[in-house]
């Protein structure tokens, strides 16, 4: 397996989908509170993960291609 570094096109895609799984998860979790329920995670714990995650990726895309 290849240790090469994401190009823009690839960390773009990756950011892209992490920001859609990221919205959709934190409104499940408002639109549960919303219905009286408990979800097990707190509001704005996928935010704060999908961004860890996003840092991530992009420290591991080609220093020409960052953002």
Do not use: C, W
Request: aromatic share 8%; net charge positive.
């Amino acid at each position: 397996m290849s240790k090469t570094k994401f190009t823009g096109l690839e960390n773009h895609f990756i950011v892209t989908a992490l920001q859609g799984a990221i919205e959709e998860a934190e409104a499940s979790v408002k639109e549960a509170e919303a219905n009286g329920k408990r979800p097990m995670f707190a509001p704005g714990y996928f935010n704060t993960v999908g961004t860890e995650i996003i840092e991530k990726v992009n420290s591991m895309t080609l220093k020409r291609d960052r953002k």
